[in-house]
């Protein structure tokens, strides 16, 4: 949004998202806090609303990823951190 200038869509945040928000926590110590607190709020609730909307087709595909990511960390150094980190997105 632009005052003045209207409302623009765009197909990714990019930049334009992320810099102000990676300023604020590196200029504002407690703001990393703050963060880490509506983040764990956030989260909680959604992870509530989706156990309890669950279908068993969605249970089994939690347990997939699940699975998918402790083979990962079981490899003990030999999965890459990109390997891990596409297990970890997927997972959660």
Do not use: M, W
Not at 22 to 30: A, C, K, Q, V, Y
């Amino acid at each position: 949004s632009r005052q003045g200038g209207g409302n623009y869509v765009s197909d990714s945040l990019g930049s334009s998202f992320s810099d102000p928000l990676l300023s604020l926590i590196e200029g504002r110590p407690e703001a990393q806090r703050d963060l880490l607190e509506f983040r764990h709020t956030l989260e909680a609730d959604c992870a509530y609303y989706a156990a309890r909307r669950a279908t068993d087709l969605d249970r089994q595909q939690l347990q997939e990823a699940y699975d998918a990511l402790q083979a990962c960390y079981a490899r003990e150094g030999k999965a890459t951190r990109a390997e891990e980190g596409a297990a970890d997105a997927r997972f959660h």
